[in-house]
T-cell receptor
């Protein structure tokens, strides 16, 4: 158990819909990262928050947004869903803001768009 | 363009054999992390290496970071069925927070 929690575990929804994925980081960790994992692309970085502020952006679509709340939990919002958004979405957390701080991953949310 | 290339993509061996998987790049990384992932679960951190030439051992697993910090290897001695999984390397760069992942090596150890 990494100490990172994610809900829900599975999500099935239709094209055009909007969903929210939730992540709670390990106790004491200030950074939260969101990654998308698909069969053909592997693990791709989406966005990072550090202590409530957006720190870095990867290949995140404009239809996707995230935020980190004062209690440090984070939510990833996916809207106008398309079939190609079906993937595993992982949240990771670390103590600090840069990569020398080890990242610990949650169990993921499997999103299926039908 | 994949910044981190892992090889081989697939590896199927018998219990007791030794194996090495590789993670290569033309770019320099400030740190390199190895993860193991099982189907439908999150990656589990195995080790972090930060110094060129660094070698770390974790029981039967030996990790090495290249002198130029562009490549890394993972060697498993006397593999066991419990070692089965997807092994991912991930590189970190300086002041950036996100990791850049390779596509992984899928290892299957048969009893």
């Amino acid at each position: 158990d990494s100490g990172v929690t994610q809900t829900p575990k599975h999500l099935i929804t239709a094209t055009g819909q909007r969903v929210t994925l939730r992540c709670s980081p390990r106790s004491g960790d200030l950074s939260v990262y969101w990654y998308q994992q698909s069969l053909d692309q592997g693990l791709q970085f989406l966005i990072q928050y550090y202590n409530g502020e957006e720190r870095a952006k990867g290949n995140i679509l404009e239809r996707f947004s995230a935020q980190q709340f004062p209690d440090l939990h984070s939510e990833l919002n996916l809207s106008s869903l398309e079939l190609g958004d079906s993937a595993l979405y992982f949240c990771a957390s670390s103590r600090g803001a840069i990569t020398v701080h080890e990242q610990y991953f949650g169990p993921g949310t499997r999103l299926t768009v039908t | 363009t994949q910044l981190l290339e892992q090889s081989p993509q697939f590896l199927s061996i018998q219990e007791g054999e030794n194996l090495t998987v590789y993670c290569n790049s033309s770019s320099v990384f400030s740190s390199l992390q190895w993860y193991r992932q099982e189907p439908g679960e999150g990656p589990v951190l195995l080790v972090t290496v930060v110094t060129g030439g660094e070698v770390k051992k974790l029981k039967r697993l030996t990790f090495q970071f290249g002198d130029a910090r562009k490549d890394s290897s993972l060697h498993i001695t006397a593999a066991q069925p419990g070692d089965t999984g997807l092994y991912l390397c991930a590189g970190g760069r300086g002041s950036q927070g996100n990791l850049i992942f390779g596509k992984g090596t899928k290892l299957s150890v048969k009893p």
